[in-house]
């Protein structure tokens, strides 16, 4: 069973930049599809990118450009590279993991969880 646990959060001003780390381990990422989450407050969680089939990407509308996913295989390591941020991407940012079949965007698509880390964006 693949553990995640999410790392990097933390307090930045508008237009301030943040990585997260989302670590694996009983499983490793190449064999999964990776994607990041995110749940603002008082709202449902939410697609933000995915990373599968080693170098596919894809991301929300509200984050092209901005932010980029990656992993190393190596490091059994997923990133959030996130840039430009502003207020409203303030939320508790997630790792999920599937067992690799697409890239999918639903949250019901995928088994494995971190924790979550907290991102709050101040203007």
């Known amino acids: 069973q693949v553990q995640l646990v999410e790392s990097g959060g933390g307090l930045v001003q508008a237009g301030g930049s943040l990585r997260l780390s989302c670590a694996a381990s009983?499983?490793?990422?190449?064999?999964?599809?990776m994607a990041w989450f995110r749940q603002p407050p008082g709202k449902e969680r939410e697609f933000v990118a995915v990373s599968w089939s080693g170098l596919i990407t894809a991301y929300a509308d509200f984050v092209k450009g901005r932010f980029t996913v990656s992993r190393d295989n190596t490091k059994n390591t997923v990133y959030l590279e996130m840039n430009s941020l502003q207020p409203e991407d303030t939320a508790v940012y997630y790792c999920?993991?599937?067992?690799?079949?697409?890239?999918?965007?639903?949250?019901?698509?995928?088994?494995?969880w971190g924790q979550g880390t907290q991102v709050t964006v101040s203007s």
């Open positions: 009983g499983g490793t990422v190449s064999s999964y599809s």
């Open positions: 999920a993991a599937k067992p690799s079949s697409g890239g999918g965007q639903l949250a019901s698509e995928y088994a494995y």
